[in-house]
């Protein structure tokens, strides 16, 4: 596709735009909305103070192992049978665990609901960037996904809202939000490249284990996964367990996490145009990813430092980490320009859900070294082999911007 296409074809590309957006703007919704009331929906289901941590790590965890199948699951159905279906499929099971889960009554309860809508939840941004990248020009498809991520801003912003409202009630909310987004969805179309290897019975399409059977793209694939564990650390760690650092800090009042997550995501979503920005202004996607994980590791180094933070303090820390992972957007479609068309969607499917995921294994190292090393230390441990670990992955990747999407991978 070139700059000069048909009228039509832009309306279709802009409204098509929109629609990835809202799914990002319900991607943050949904994985804010537990770290917001992670307290008080724990406590009001009779799970004592002393045990808030450890149940809602587990939560949290139990959620991203969700995120992590779905990522799978939608991603070669994506490339199977198209980039549409995941948009449907994904969005409706989503819906249907949030309404469930303003019903819960017990830990297992909730964290089993967590799953299925951690499964739902995980085609939703993949598929919608897949979408993006292979539907604007080469040369416009990085202002495509910086608007996705300027839009994925108000989703923190409806969380927080949600949240004052009760936390079965914000889950009710992300239910109602994700069947409007459902309805939203019947005017999309299908990615052009998709449709013209849809009929092929010669093209392996959706074959997850091709990421596997050839040592090249298994690094390559790896290497777009760990270039983005810098960002959840800072999210799903160092904000969400704000209160226990804020103590471990010397702060006079209990730091609130909800506040922290809805600055760190403002954040987010202006560090994300910046980025996408800088990416069209340099032409590369490299060179934004390296100046963002530097900034990362500063911002980090500001926030563990700050003993005795205030509560004023602890907000403008929160942004100033959020404009410096702001680069989620552009990560993902450096992840799905690396690949052909006909395991696009598997790979920008996985990749963030498997960063998501990689929480997981963050958490229990994060937990094993505060054992040993207190809250503070650990914090600055793990960011920074996860930085030196992100830094050295981005060097083996090549660079995308202006690359040519309409090709294939051969099995």
């Not at 367990?241 to 506040?259: Q, R, V, W």
């Not at 980490?321 to 006909?342: K, P, R």
């Amino acid at each position: 596709m070139t700059d000069a296409v048909p009228a039509k074809l832009t309306r279709n590309a802009v409204f098509l735009v929109l629609v990835a957006s809202l799914g990002y703007f319900v991607d943050i919704y949904d994985l804010l909305i537990f770290s917001i009331v992670r307290k008080s929906s724990l406590l009001d289901i009779g799970v004592k103070a002393n045990d808030v941590l450890s149940k809602g790590l587990f939560i949290i965890n139990v959620q991203m192992f969700g995120l992590l199948l779905g990522g799978i699951l939608w991603g070669v159905i994506g490339d199977k049978l198209g980039r549409i279906k995941v948009l449907f499929g994904s969005i409706l099971l989503y819906s249907i665990a949030n309404f469930a889960n303003g019903f819960v009554h017990d830990v297992n309860t909730y964290a089993i609901i967590r799953f299925i809508a951690g499964i739902g939840l995980a085609g939703e941004l993949g598929a919608g960037i897949t979408l993006v990248s292979e539907t604007l020009s080469k040369e416009k498809r990085g202002y495509g996904t910086t608007i996705v991520a300027v839009i994925g801003l108000f989703g923190a912003a409806a969380a927080v809202m949600a949240a004052k409202y009760g936390w079965r009630n914000a889950y009710f909310v992300g239910g109602g939000l994700g069947i409007i987004l459902l309805l939203l969805r019947l005017g999309t179309f299908e990615s052009g490249m998709f449709k013209n290897i849809e009929q092929s019975e010669t093209v392996s399409k959706g074959n997850f284990f091709m990421l596997f059977n050839n040592w090249g793209r298994f690094k390559k694939y790896l290497y777009c996964i760990l270039i983005g564990a810098p960002l959840w650390y800072v999210v799903g760690v160092l904000v969400t367990l704000s209160p226990e650092f804020g103590k471990a800090l010397g702060a006079k009042e209990t730091l609130n996490a909800g506040t922290g997550i809805l600055y760190t995501y403002i954040g987010i979503s202006i560090g994300g145009i910046f980025a996408g920005v800088l990416a069209q202004i340099t032409r590369s996607r490299k060179l934004t990813m390296l100046v963002f994980l530097i900034l990362s590791a500063i911002s980090v180094v500001a926030y563990l430092s700050a003993y005795g933070i205030t509560n004023q303090q602890f907000i403008w820390l929160c942004f100033f980490m959020g404009c410096a992972v702001g680069y989620w957007a552009t990560f993902i479609t450096i992840a799905s320009e690396q690949f052909g068309t006909n395991i696009r969607s598997t790979v920008t499917t996985t990749v963030p859900n498997f960063v998501r995921g990689s929480l997981i294994p963050i958490n229990l190292a994060f937990s094993a070294l505060k054992d040993n090393y207190g809250m503070i230390n650990s914090g600055y441990i793990m960011m920074a082999i996860l930085t030196v670990v992100a830094l050295f992955s981005l060097s083996q990747l090549k660079e995308t911007f202006g690359k040519d999407l309409n090709y294939i991978e051969i099995s």
